[in-house]
């Protein structure tokens, strides 16, 4: 008796990247340093040593006193006030400080808070401006107006008879 050439596993095989197609080689070396000294360097360097809020808050040693504990400080440190709000939502109950105000004194996110603009008192005599453009100053365009401007030629326009030009 003849024994078959038949497989008797058909299933797939386990193959990897080096038996599959042949043992390759790297094309080219993408990164020439190697990842954990490549963090040392700048720009990782930088990045990995500042913390975000978020991952500030994160760490094991972060403590805020500032938030609440449980529920009960929670709801206490909320902005409702029975006596004026009578019959809000729940929801509208347990508005914190944070959300409805800007003066709770956290920092929520890491951004820069623009500064108002100091507004001057009223009939103040010095007015400060800015320019944006910068005028030509020999430009017609740009004198105080009055009746004798000249706006033909720079001023320098003549009559055929020899005369001037006059507005």
């Known amino acids: 008796m003849m024994q078959s050439s038949r ?20 094309e080219g070396i993408c990164y020439p340093v190697p990842t954990h000294l490549a963090q040392r360097q700048e720009p990782w360097q930088r990045l990995s040593s500042q913390h975000t809020l978020s991952s500030a808050r994160h760490e094991v040693y972060h403590h805020d006193p500032a938030a609440p504990v449980d529920d ?36 929520l ?16 005599p010095l007015v400060i401006t800015s320019q944006t453009k910068k005028e030509d100053l020999n430009s017609v365009k740009t004198a105080i107006e ?11 326009s003549r009559k055929p008879d020899g005369g001037f030009f006059c507005s």
């Open 146 to 156: 009055s009746h004798h401007t000249e706006t033909t030629n720079k001023g320098f």
């Open 109 to 124: 996110k890491n951004r820069v808070k623009p500064e108002p603009a100091i507004k001057l008192p009223l009939n103040h």
């Open 7 to 26: 497989d008797p596993y058909p299933f797939s095989k386990f193959q990897n990247d080096d038996n599959f197609q042949g043992r390759r080689e790297p």
């Open 72 to 107: 009960l400080d929670f709801v206490l440190k909320s902005q409702y006030n029975q006596h004026n709000e009578l019959l809000k939502n729940k929801n509208e109950v347990v508005y914190q400080p944070e959300t409805m105000t800007d003066s709770h004194g956290r920092v």
